[in-house]
Each structure stands twice: as C-alpha cells, then as structure tokens.
C-alpha cells in the first residue's frame, strides 16, 4: 500500500493511501477516515467528501499525480509527499541519462567495429551524465533543473529524429511514444515544483 500527506489547516495530516494504480484509495485526516474511492475513472473526474470540519474536499488525479483541494485551495504536500510526487520526473531524467552514458561509452569503444566512423560517443556520454545531474536536481526541488531537462531533450529529440530522417531513416512509431512518455514523465514534477517554490 502506498500513501501521500497534505498539511491540513487544523495541523491535521490529511493521508491518502491506495493499492496498485490507485484503486481503492482512502483519505484520512488524522485517525478518522473521511472518504474512499473504488475505481481510478473516479479520480480522474474528481471526488468530493465533506470534512468533519464542514469543509468540501476534492480528490482527483492530474499531471502532476495526486492532488486534493479544500474549498477550491490545493493543499501543500508534506516533504515525503514532494519527494513521491517528484519521483516520475526524476526517474525520467535518470532513465535518459543512464541510456545516454551506455549508448557513448558504446560509441567510444566500439567506434570502429560496430558504429563506423561516427564521432557523437563523447557527446552522448557527456549528455548522459548531464542528464543524471539534472535528476539530481529535479530530485532535491530545483526548479530549473526540470526546465534544463525538459528543455535538453526536446532538443536532443529534434536533432536526433532530424539527422535520423536526413539520413533516410524512418521515425518508428515506438521510438515516438517512447518519447512522448518520457517527456509526459518529466511534466509530471511541474506543478509539485511549482507547489514546492510557492511553499518557500
């Protein structure tokens, strides 16, 4: 079972557990359970349950993952919940980076035998590991570190689909919604960030 706090106005911790990909999930603020959600489809409407308090609560699933509203304001996540929300974001950037590091450090000692005469292993290699910083980054709450990364590999991913075509290779349709997921992963540490940056 996974779960997520908000802070509460009333210095409650408003938690939010489920199991799998969100099926079943329950939200609790303190001990008292004040609402559950059976099926996915519901949070991507949106649910509202009313607070012991008398105040109108609304569970729904974004882009930025999980969010909960309190008479139309977004409550804060707590830090652990910053740090869960941003883990999509980061693992992209991870994911990219390490693909990045493994495809140059083949590139670069493999030039001749399997690769020909190209010269790109040391850029990839270094993009890599640029890739991996930038995680670093988007994992400890920087802001412009998801920018850079979003940012670098919309441009990698232009250049990259543009020499491919130029040099009369067809964009796979797999190579394209991978692509797409990872930059869809990526958006997701948006709005926790902005969130992150307004808390400051």
């Known amino acids: 079972m996974a779960e997520i706090q908000f802070h ?3 210095n409650d911790l408003l938690t939010v557990s489920w199991h799998g990909w969100f099926s079943d999930v329950r939200a609790r603020l303190g001990e008292t359970e ?11 409407k949106g649910t509202t349950f009313k607070c012991p308090d008398g105040s109108s609560l609304v569970l729904k699933y974004g882009l930025g993952g999980l969010f909960v509203e309190r008479d139309g304001q977004p409550l804060p996540r707590t830090e652990a919940g910053h740090a869960r929300a941003l883990r999509p974001a980061s693992w992209a950037l991870y994911f990219v980076g390490a693909q990045s590091v493994f495809v140059g450090l083949l590139m ?3 030039r001749g035998a399997v690769f020909g005469s190209t010269t790109y292993g040391p850029l990839i290699f270094i993009m890599g590991l640029l890739y991996i910083g930038l995680g670093v980054g988007v994992q400890r709450g920087k802001v412009m570190a998801l920018y850079a990364g979003i940012g670098l590999y919309l441009l990698e991913a232009v250049v990259s689909i543009g020499l491919g075509i130029a040099g009369g290779q067809f964009l796979s349709l797999g190579t394209l919604g991978l692509r797409v997921l990872i930059l869809g ?5 948006l709005e926790p960030l902005g969130a992150l940056k307004e808390d400051e």
């Open 8 to 10: 509460y106005p009333s």
């Open 34 to 44: 004040i609402g559950k959600v059976y099926a996915f489809e519901e949070l991507l």
């Open 108 to 110: 670069i000692f493999f």
């Open 185 to 189: 992963l990526m958006a997701t540490g």
